[in-house]
């Protein structure tokens, strides 16, 4: 009987183990909040103060919800160490540490840098159920989240190279000219 007690703990003790580390692993990669219509973002600016701080093709992509052509953003086949901080807002966004070759034309992570940064919003458009993230501080757009990336997290953050300003590692966050 002792025997079994303690093959009974053993075993509940290592899923119990296991269980935990597997949340563990997952947690540090939480999912980002969901924006709704009502959420409210804390950088506003006119449409005409987003086209003098924005360049021609930042502007469609970051407030028009553009998107640049598969292939041609500067960042799809760019692997320097770094961070990636908006266009929109000058707000890390994605480290280099969480960049892959997602063989899609766009550059592609699987989670920000952390959760707070971007906003999940649900997209309709094109007869399709997508999920469109934008920056957390602005609400522009970045690009889509798709559930077909490498672990640990499963997701494909594909962001638009126009939506992003790179810094590499060691090099000071970008400030912006248009104040």
């Known amino acids: ?7 009974v ?3 509940f003790g290592l899923l119990s183990a296991s269980c935990s580390m597997s949340q563990k692993t997952k947690n540090k990669y939480p999912d980002p909040p ?15 103060e987003w086209k003098q701080r924005l360049t021609t093709d930042q502007y469609y992509i970051l407030r028009q ?3 640049e052509p598969a292939g041609t953003g500067k960042y799809d086949h760019f692997y320097e160490k770094g961070i990636y901080y908006s266009a929109a807002s000058l707000q890390p966004l994605f480290s280099s540490d969480t960049k892959f070759n997602s063989g899609t034309g766009w550059p592609s ?24 993230v934008v920056d957390s501080k602005s609400g522009s757009h970045l690009g889509h989240v798709f559930d077909d990336g490498p672990a640990p997290t499963g997701k494909r953050y ?14 000071k966050p970008p400030v912006s000219s248009k104040q």
């Open 158 to 171: 594909c962001m638009n190279s126009e939506a992003l300003i790179f810094v590499p590692e060691g090099g």
């Open 65 to 67: 919800e553009g998107t």
């Open 109 to 132: 992570f699987f989670a920000p840098i952390n959760p707070d940064a971007v906003r999940l919003v649900k997209d309709m458009s094109y007869g399709m159920e997508r999920w469109e």
């Open 9 to 11: 703990f053993t075993v």
């Open 1 to 7: 009987m002792r025997y079994i007690s303690f093959f």
């Open 34 to 48: 969901i924006a709704t219509s009502k959420t409210v973002y804390p950088m506003h600016f006119t449409e005409a």
